[in-house]
């Protein structure tokens, strides 16, 4: 999904040398994906830092029997569910908690659910969904952990199996029965959060504890398929939206908590597991952890971006040009020219009248395009231009998620919009891909991209300089593909 996996392999092999700058950078790099991991996994229990902790030293000090560098990524989640796993192992043999056992119980200020709405700054149906999920199955847990970040685009659904422990097949089955429930609670959250409340729902849930639970998950969903009035209010009037379309982009939530502990934690250093390093000198997992603490607060949002870095690469001495306006030009009101009169001649002849072509109806492809370069204009950016691969990469992908009755961001078979764009013939750099689903015309689809997140910061990053957008009708409503992108030189 994103294009780090050479650099990725770098490090690990410099790491491996003994480079401490590498060690440091992988740990600033994959940081983020364990901290969210294992925290939406254990819902912000009090093991999860320590979890967190364990499965970077881990890493670390398994790097060289990691036979193939490039899958690093797999291995780290790997090592960090083979954690979550034996810590619930160990919950499940221990004695039921009493007042003796109270710290082994989760804090509520650690929920998991809470810091992303609170962190990643969520609303709307994103909100709902993150509060969905504290109605799944206890044993949906592990399998939601990996499938919100393949969903966000952080993981591949070969990630994903491979940190279940299954078949992607099998992992694909197990994956629509956990979104059927997460639907499902996001139905009751809405439900249950509409004004005035259902007076029959009031009566069914008299005797509810306001914990939510699978339990109560089946019984408001029962009293939800009976009433209308529930159904129509849980849906809204533009209906649910697909989930996997409100978790692109919605990012990792900052493990600014794990990184804390990890600085102060002298006894989980990197140093107690190979050679003793001089006094006062920190490990490099607490240097990495505390010189990048700041850096991984904003590692949250998803870019789909290639290269990492995000400024634009301008060569040494040419100046930047501003960017030109693209506001399109008024239409010019004709000038008055001054007339004479003059006497009609005997024989007139009269002149062929020319039947104007009719004026073809605007692209909204090009629509689209026009009214995202004056955003871009606003935020200091080039144009882009349209190039018609990525038109016709465009085109073919929502057609065929029409025809195939799936939408977002991977196929069904696992690709991404790098692959798409490979084989349309752009060589790239960098690339992003935006999807809408029900936009009626290129002006609502561009203010639905105005979300303040992932999707109007790949509108707006000036290092894309091509596009194309294409539309179909589609069953769940009209299909928008948006493709920017990048050249290779």
Known sequence: MD???????????????????????????????????????????????????????????GLTGLRDPSRFRSWLVAIAMNGIRRRWHEHRRAPVPGLDRAADLADPAGDFTELTILRLGLSGQRRDVARAT?????????????????AAGELTRAELAEGLGVTPQHAAVRVQRMKERLDTGRAVVRALDALPPCPELAETVATWDGRPSPLWRKRVARHL?????????????????????????????????????????????????????????????????????AAVAVLGAVALLVPPEPEAHV??????????????????SPRPVATVAVPAPTTATPTPRRTPRPTPAPDPGERVTALVNRLRAAAGCAPLRTDPRLVAAARGYARDMAARGYYGHSSPEGDFADARITAAGYDWSAWAENLARGAADPETVVEDWRDGSMHEENMLDCRYRDTGVATVPGPGGRIWVQKLAAPAS
């Open 3 to 61: 294009s780090d996996e050479r650099r990725t392999t770098a490090l690990v092999e410099a790491a491996r040398a003994g480079d401490a700058d590498a060690r440091d950078a992988l740990v600033r790099d994959h940081l983020p994906l364990v901290h969210n991991i294992v925290g939406r996994a254990l819902d912000g229990h009090a093991d999860a830092d320590d979890i967190v902790q364990e499965t970077m030293v881990r890493a670390l000090d």
């Open 134 to 150: 504290r109605w799944l199955d206890e044993d949906d847990h592990e399998l939601l952990a990996l499938w919100w970040l393949e």
């Open 225 to 293: 398929r009976t009433c209308s009035d529930c159904t129509t209010r849980a849906a809204g009037r533009r209906g649910l939206a697909p989930v996997e379309g409100l978790l692109v982009g919605i990012g990792l939530v900052p493990p600014l908590t794990a990184a804390a502990s990890l600085h102060d934690a002298p006894s989980i250093e990197y140093a107690a597991h190979t050679s003793p390093q001089p006094a006062g000198r920190w490990s490099p997992l607490r240097r990495a952890t505390a010189a990048g603490a």
């Open 315 to 332: 060569k040494p001495g040419r100046p930047v040009a501003a960017p030109p306006q693209t506001t399109a030009p008024a239409t010019a």
